[in-house]
């Protein structure tokens, strides 16, 4: 399967504002790309790219003063295939765990596992551990939570999410992360693009989506509790502890988002990969 991907993001600066750009497909996905993704900046300023410290390409700009516009267009070939889904996936003791997923058992910037220690086990401490408690966590946020962009904020955390009973996709992975974490299973954040590729086609414009991904018998699964069914047509650009990691630009002085386009369609067969990826629609 070929997937057309692409964004184009436009900020109205007042005055010149360094940025830290992360929307390059992530590197574990490199290999699949079939035109490449290279990022395009008007007007023309020097962008110098580097991996973060989960392993994310970046890049830091200078943005100069009046409109700023950051786009990319490219074809990435898939698998075609379902998130996987692994049942009898186990849960690995704390102590058994690798180092280097220990970070993701502790509370972040939108994940206060302080605050949802105690209802989480009283939710949740009796169910099956491994694959089971994931997936029982999943339908809990996924019923929990109402999708809705009116209720995007910025500043929303995992138990603002949980008070308020709404939220975006952001804030059921983060609902859902901070409860796994509470639960002793490793959970990281994950941006990307995920279009209505298999399924019904939403009624809201393509946007970047959040997921998160559980550390289960030796090894990281996706799970989405916001759509809470496998899904076609992952493309990842980066993972990290929360949103704050992962922010598809950070912004080192003031500047308003007035332009915002995402593309993540499914490219027909009978057009094949000839030419240039089209241009990131409306």
């Known amino acids: 399967m070929k997937i057309r991907t692409g964004y184009e993001l436009t900020y109205s600066c007042p005055q010149p504002t360094p940025m830290i750009l992360t929307l390059s497909v992530h590197p574990s996905r490199r290999r699949d790309l079939l035109t490449p993704d290279k990022m395009q900046v008007q007007p023309l300023v020097a962008a110098t790219e580097y991996l973060d410290g989960f392993g994310n390409i970046c890049y830091v700009v200078h943005a100069p003063s009046g409109q700023f516009t950051i786009s990319s267009d490219f074809l990435v070939e898939d698998s075609g295939a379902n998130d996987e889904v692994a049942p009898d996936a186990q849960q690995i003791s704390l102590e058994k765990l ?14 206060e596992t302080d605050r949802l220690g105690e209802f989480a086990w009283a939710t949740f401490g009796k169910v099956p551990k491994g694959w089971p408690l994931v997936q029982a966590i999943c339908d809990y946020v996924h019923d929990h939570i109402t999708f809705g962009y009116a209720h995007a904020n910025p500043t929303k955390t ?3 999410a949980f008070q308020e009973k709404q939220g975006v996709c952001r804030d059921f992975a983060h609902l859902a992360i901070t409860l796994c974490r509470c639960m002793n299973v490793p959970a990281r954040y994950c941006t990307g693009y995920l279009g209505d590729i298999g399924v019904p086609l939403e009624p809201y414009p393509m946007d970047f989506s959040a997921w998160f991904e559980a550390y289960l018998g030796g090894r990281w699964y996706t799970f989405d509790a916001r759509h809470n069914k496998p899904r076609i047509g992952r493309i990842l650009i980066a993972r990290g502890r929360d949103a704050t990691d992962v922010a598809i630009t950070t912004l080192f002085g003031p500047a308003t988002l007035v332009g915002f ?3 993540t369609d499914e490219v027909p067969a009978e057009e094949g990969v000839s030419g240039e990826a089209a241009a990131v629609r409306p």
């Open 98 to 111: 690798p180092v280097e997923t220990l970070g993701y058992l502790l509370g972040s910037r939108y994940c």
């Open 158 to 160: 995992a138990y603002d």
């Open 261 to 263: 386009k995402v593309v």
